[in-house]
């Protein structure tokens, strides 16, 4: 299902019309289709069916409480990356025996909060961080399950602030470091080693580069099998790509699945899955305000009320998103859409065949489902939008608009 379709004319999100929710919320304005969210974990349950994976939603992606409550009811866990990520779990009744925690800095505060929620498992990226948590735990006198997360040394071809997987990336250890850490960590005292873990990048378009880090990853995954009796998971991470151009195809849940089922059927462990992109992305939308038309000698600029502060990624990553006049019109104008704030890494779309639109009219930024409200700021103290989830006819605020008070709440 497409989440965004036009209806007389006007764009709607399921059968809502955006026109009408940015009058009631105000713009700029997070939108999301809930249906949209659900037929995605669908889709990908669907398509690895065989293997029943257990999917643990990547927070950072959306971590809006109702989209983790969302996936929580379709039977999701999460993967996490700190703290406050666990603590919005643990909000959003996610079970904690759904949990995996990742990241390569973790605190002892958030080690130690994890283990007395009595997590699935850390992810462990260093010698450092196994000695870390095998100290916490011994402190706590809790069990701390580590799955050990494996850098494979693959290209992913992304964009390389979203590359993971290579030997020059600070994710993971090499296969040979794995092993001897792994060698190390058994010795440890209240550490049970139960998985290896790989997360080669985001945004991955095809689906070889998986296969190949999988294949990668098999032989110790045996070893670690055959020598620990608590070894039981696979956990193959996220990023399955999505659309953002219209002319780009996304990775299809089921081509991903071809690439990567025999090599998991094979190994016969419980598979761990963390999509974040896959199951948000292109079901939110930023909808913004256009505040001025202005043409300079070069170009037009079309100044809207959202910038890099709400939206980061065409600043951060020169990423592509569509944009879509929210009053259907066939009219296109070669402009850069750009944001209010005081530089000119702000824009939202640049030197492209943009709506022809004019003073106060609407747009949709899509595809800002996933990495957009999370990653949205405050800077040149600029209130965060709202966000707004719809279902069906019925829309429901999710977040509401941040206040001018809320920029100063913490100052003293
Ligand atoms: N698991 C781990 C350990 C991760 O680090 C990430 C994302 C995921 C899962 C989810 O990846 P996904 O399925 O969403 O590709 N801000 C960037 C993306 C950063 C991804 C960071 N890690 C962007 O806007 O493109």
């Known amino acids: 299902m497409q989440a965004f379709t036009y209806l007389h004319g006007l764009l709607h999100v399921e059968r809502v019309s955006l026109e009408a929710l940015a009058h009631e919320y105000g713009t700029p304005l997070y939108i999301y289709s809930q249906t949209h969210l659900r037929q995605r974990y669908d889709a990908l349950v669907t398509a690895m069916a065989d293997v029943s994976p257990l999917i643990c939603y990547s927070v950072k992606a959306n971590s809006n409480r109702a989209v983790i409550d969302t996936f929580r009811q379709q039977g999701a866990g999460v993967d996490i990356v700190s703290g406050g990520e666990l ?7 996610v079970d904690p025996s759904k949990i995996v925690f990742a990241g390569v800095g973790k605190t002892r505060e958030d080690i130690e909060y994890a283990l007395k929620e009595r997590i699935l498992f850390f992810t462990v990226e260093s010698e450092q961080e196994a000695l870390r948590i095998s100290d916490c735990a011994e402190e706590l006198n809790l069990p701390a399950r580590v799955a050990f997360r494996v850098n494979p040394d693959v290209d992913a071809k992304t964009h390389k602030y979203v590359s993971t997987g290579k030997k020059e990336n600070k994710f993971g250890m090499d296969i040979e470091r794995t092993a001897k850490v792994c060698e190390m960590a058994a010795g440890l005292p209240h550490i049970d080693i139960v998985g290896l873990q790989m997360h080669i990048g985001s945004q991955i378009l095809t689906a070889e580069p998986f296969a190949e880090a999988l294949q990668k990853l098999q032989p110790l995954c045996r070893q670690l099998a055959a020598a620990h009796s608590s070894f039981k998971y696979i956990d193959i991470g996220g990023g399955i790509g999505i659309q953002y151009e219209p002319e780009h195809q ?44 202005k043409d300079n000698a070069f170009k037009r600029f079309i100044i809207a009320d959202a910038g890099m502060n709400d939206l980061l990624r065409p600043a951060l990553y020169q990423s592509y998103h569509e944009v879509l006049p929210v009053r259907r019109t066939e009219e296109r104008v070669f402009a850069d859409l750009v944001g209010p704030i005081c530089e ?3 824009f939202l779309a640049q030197e492209r065949e943009l709506p022809d639109v004019e003073q106060d009219d609407l747009l949709a930024v899509m595809s800002a489902g996933a990495y957009g409200a999370s990653m949205s700021s405050t800077y040149n103290s600029r209130p965060r939008p709202p966000e707004v989830m719809v279902d069906g006819d019925k829309a429901n605020i999710i977040r509401e608009r941040e206040s001018w008070d809320d920029l100063v709440r913490n100052e003293a």
Not at 87 to 93: M, P
């Open 87 to 93: 603590f919005r779990a643990l909000r959003a009744r």
């Open 344 to 346: 000119s890494g702000d």
């Open 250 to 293: 996304a990775l299809a849940p089921t081509a991903f699945a071809d690439a990567v089922l025999p090599a998991l059927k094979d190994l016969g462990l419980q598979v761990i899955m963390e999509p974040g992109r896959y199951l948000v992305g292109n079901a939110g939308a930023l909808v913004c305000r256009v505040q001025y038309v």
